[in-house]
């Protein structure tokens, strides 16, 4: 089944914006990778959306639904183990063994592992593509923990995903006419008549974290659609 469609996931903690947006077939590129072990170009095969001119995926990039905040979040960097609460460490540490030095958080053993980052807090993203929406969702389910940068650490934790029928393709061009993805600008003068976008040098395909593969293009600047 291949129908126009919005993915709505809903999240638990705030997330990290990478240098570049988070798109659904980067995502979904990403759980076939857990799935299958597969790679870059290799994952296309199994993405279930379609694809356009250049080989581009009817995808988009993620969008926030609803209100949201930029706020600082905090996050642990390490954990220790148990080994760390053994008695001996918190013996007395002077070389005399009979009184406390200073303990340097710093640097050394230590150190600090607190840091935090920068964090957009929204309860609802969405995506807008064109494929088999019901395997998006199984593949998102089984092998995607979160979205965008340091998931694997607690940010953009998905409680729920599922999806909802659109009645147009959204995947490329917004309702509001602008771009929903990195599109290479040739292909953007085609299907649009909209000229007042943002033109750089992107990457529009996986991987997209290549930039010698970046082109001139038109891209999404917008958090909400």
Request: hydrophobic share 40%.
């Amino acid at each position: 089944m291949s129908v126009p469609f919005k993915l709505v996931i809903k999240l638990a903690t705030p997330f990290v914006m990478g240098r570049t947006r988070t798109t659904l077939d980067g995502l979904l590129s990403a759980a076939v990778f857990k799935e299958t072990g597969l790679m870059e170009k290799d994952t296309f095969a199994h993405i279930p959306l379609e694809r356009g001119e250049g080989g581009i995926f009817k995808a988009s990039c993620m969008f926030v639904h609803g209100i949201f905040t930029h706020e600082v979040v905090g996050r642990v960097m390490g954990l220790r183990g148990r080994s760390d609460l053994d008695e001996s460490m918190f013996s007395p540490n002077s070389k005399t063994g009979t009184r406390y030095l200073a303990v340097d958080t710093a640097r050394g053993t230590y150190k600090s592992n607190m840091s935090n980052y920068q964090g957009v807090n929204a309860r609802t993203v969405v995506f807008f593509g064109v494929g088999d929406p019901d395997r998006v969702v199984q593949l998102i389910e089984n092998n995607i923990i979160g979205i965008g940068k340091r998931s694997s650490a607690g940010a953009g934790q998905i409680t729920s995903v599922h999806w909802e029928p659109v009645t147009e393709d959204w995947s490329w061009v917004t309702p509001s006419g602008k771009p929903a993805r990195p599109l290479p600008l040739a292909i953007w003068n085609k299907i649009s008549a909209s000229r007042d976008v943002p033109i750089s040098n992107v990457t529009v395909q996986i991987p997209y974290w290549d930039v010698a593969m970046a082109v001139e293009a038109v891209h999404p600047v917008d958090l909400s659609v």
